[in-house]
């Protein structure tokens, strides 16, 4: 049922078995899983996939798991939405929201590489799960973990926003904030893994994890009629789901199931958090670390694991970087909420306004086919927003009439 060849070094290209290992011993890079594709291509079809239930499952022979899944049954195949009013709004012939912010069963993309990672874990044979985390990924090893039946510790920086806190420790999770940022987190859970038998999804168990994020990309090929759109805006964070989306589309051409993959990957960043953003318009792939001071916490790794190769593909790929301010931000929260019924959490705004920035500077052109990446919800992060303070009125219809008319001569005046 497998099609994993095995993991094999990004840099040096080593190979290893199938293993929880996520840094190669020769070089320190990254390991990724690796496929025999000559055989997938034998079974997978446009016809098969299109024949099977609506979750990211449908793309199992590009998973790397050995047997059936066994968490996250339900995840995947978010709606992928033509946005006409908000591409008139911002200048876009075609644009296309592909929405995880109502991601079943945690609300946002994380879901994909949970399911991905637990389902592998459980494998694996570990009997304890975790994650550091910058609250999405918290909420979803915690419900995930929870519906599992496994024991999950779960570390995340002191400052994150209340609900996410709130949807981390509803579901019985072992939670512990600490005092520090995520790169502090992040460091103590590799010093935890290293002890104790825990699969911590994003940690030891990250080549797995990573995979998850490739059905995002799939789902908008499909989802466009099998093919890749011109331009596509990705939220980066570690740097994970932009690389991981452009491995899923170029799979998809090597498998025959598009016909190319010559999308501009796009990457949006705050500028209280930007890296990844500055290394590319400084024209380098060498990430200078910085300290995260943004409302978009989910996106604040100041030193991002794929920072490296989130700038290969952004630059291969003829795409750019961009960062913006937190007042851009909530703008664009706003802007995406009435333009298209669609409330996303800061991260979501982030992309919104990175957007209309390569809009504005003529990267993304009006006649491109533009897809966003909407990856987490706007519930979560309601302490960042400020919107104007609501008057209450008497259970009168004069005192309802009063405030039409105010209404009308506001819009008259
Ligand atoms: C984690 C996260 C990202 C980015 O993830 P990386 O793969 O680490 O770049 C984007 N959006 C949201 C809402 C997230 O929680
Ligand atoms: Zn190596």
């Not at 099609?3 to 190979?15: D, Q």
């Not at 390991?31 to 079974?43: F, G, H, N, P, S």
């Not at 876009?92 to 994380?110: C, G, Q, W």
């Not at 920072?307 to 802007?335: K, P, Q």
Request: net charge negative.
């Amino acid at each position: 049922m497998s099609y994993v060849k095995g993991l094999k070094c990004r840099v040096c290209e080593t190979p290893y078995p199938v293993e929880p290992l996520a840094i190669c011993e020769e070089c320190f890079g990254p390991l990724e899983v690796d496929y025999d594709y000559d055989a997938i291509k034998t079974k997978l079809t446009r016809e098969e996939i299109a024949s099977r239930p609506p979750t990211l499952w449908r793309y199992r022979e590009l998973l790397p798991l050995d047997a059936d899944p066994t968490v996250g049954l339900q995840t995947g195949f978010t709606p992928l939405i033509r946005a006409d009013r908000l591409a008139r709004t911002i200048g876009v012939r075609e644009l296309y929201i592909k929405n995880d912010a109502v991601s079943h069963p945690s609300l946002s993309f994380k879901d994909r590489v949970v399911a991905v990672a637990l389902s592998k874990a459980r494998e694996f044979g570990f009997e304890a799960v975790g994650c550091a985390s910058t609250g999405n990924l918290a909420n979803s090893v915690a419900a995930n973990a929870a519906a599992a039946g496994l024991p999950a510790y779960i570390l995340i920086p002191d400052n994150l926003e209340k609900n996410k806190i709130i949807g981390t420790q509803v579901y019985g999770a072992n939670l512990v904030p600490v005092r520090g940022n995520y790169d502090e987190v992040n460091r103590l859970c590799s010093e935890i893994a290293g002890r104790y038998r825990f699969a911590f999804v994003n940690v030891n168990l990250r080549p797995f994890y990573g995979e998850g994020s490739k059905t995002f990309g799939y789902e908008i090929a499909e989802q466009l009629g099998w093919h890749a759109p011109d331009a596509v805006v990705v939220p980066m964070a570690g740097g994970s789901l932009i690389t991981k989306i452009y491995k899923g589309l170029n799979e998809l051409a090597k498998l025959g199931l598009i016909d190319r993959a010559e999308t501009r990957f796009y990457g949006a960043q705050a500028a209280g958090c930007n890296p990844i953003a500055a290394a590319v318009k400084a024209g380098t792939r060498d990430i200078r670390p910085v300290k995260p001071d943004t409302i978009a916490k989910s996106l604040s790794i100041g030193n991002p694991a794929d920072g490296y190769f989130a700038t290969g593909v952004i630059t291969e790929t003829g795409g750019w970087s961009e960062d913006v301010s937190d007042r851009e931000i909530l703008e664009s929260i706003e802007l995406l909420a009435a333009a298209e019924g669609v409330f996303a959490e800061t991260a979501g705004g982030t992309t919104l306004a990175v957007t209309r920035k390569l809009i504005e500077q003529g990267r993304i052109r009006p006649e491109d086919r533009v897809v966003i990446a909407i990856t987490g919800n706007g519930l979560k992060t309601v302490e960042a927003l400020q919107l104007e303070e609501l008057n209450s009125i008497e259970p009168k219809l004069s005192a309802f009439e009063a405030l039409l008319d105010k209404q009308r001569s506001a819009i008259a005046a």
